[in-house]
């Protein structure tokens, strides 16, 4: 993987603007991507300089090229179940601040996930976690800490998403790069949610 720095030029405002801006594209059905020609690949193998980095759901329904109208090399994602700040993805965030330097960083939640309804479940149930998904359930149960219980399921599904945004923010901007880059005034971390109904996506805190 080259380690080539963002674009100098792209200051972290401008490349929200960009995000905003493409998902707008992608709401109005008129992508600027539509292909990759031979030339356009030839340069880009010759390394990446990604405008920001987007920290999100694996669900199919959310790949943030696509929301985004990005095209390739614009966008280093890095992709998680319920978008959790866990050991390989903290690895891979230390890899995008150290080495590519992408001014602004987006954790992006989204809608209806799977993820922290099971640990809404698992709350409610006070029951033993499936084995398979232990760890990532336990990831998400302090972000439920802030969301009421007594919420209709909808209502309480889209506040804890939300707060297991704001969670994945908070672990970030404590961890010690996340911590740093911030303090030098050389990242902007911003909170999301995408609405797969709409398309939208959906801003919640700028740090």
């Known amino acids: 993987m080259d380690d080539s720095p963002a674009d100098p030029l792209v200051t972290a405002d401008a490349a929200l603007h960009r995000l905003i801006e493409g998902n707008a594209r992608y709401r109005a059905g008129h992508p600027r991507f539509t292909g990759m020609r031979p030339e356009m690949l030839a340069e880009l193998s010759h390394g990446q300089q990604p405008f920001a980095t987007i920290l999100g759901c694996a669900d199919a329904l959310v790949p ?29 965030l230390d890899y995008a601040h150290a080495c590519l330097d992408t001014p602004l ?33 336990e990831a998400i149960l302090p972000a439920l800490a802030e969301v009421n219980a007594d919420l209709s399921p909808d209502r309480q599904l889209s506040r804890a998403v939300e707060a297991n945004v704001r969670l994945a923010m908070t672990r970030i901007a404590d961890s010690a790069e996340g911590r740093r880059r911030l303090e030098a005034g050389r990242m902007m971390l911003v909170g999301a949610v995408y609405d797969e109904g709409t398309g939208r996506v959906r801003l919640l805190d700028v740090v």
């Open 64 to 92: 943030p090229e696509l929301i985004f109208d990005a095209v390739l090399g614009e966008l280093f994602v890095i992709r998680v179940a319920g978008h959790i700040h866990a050991p390989d993805a903290s690895a891979s």
């Open 105 to 137: 960083l987006m954790v992006l939640g989204h809608e209806g996930c799977g993820a922290v309804r099971a640990a809404i479940e698992s709350r409610a149930r006070r029951a033993s976690i499936d084995p398979g998904i232990e760890g990532l359930v």
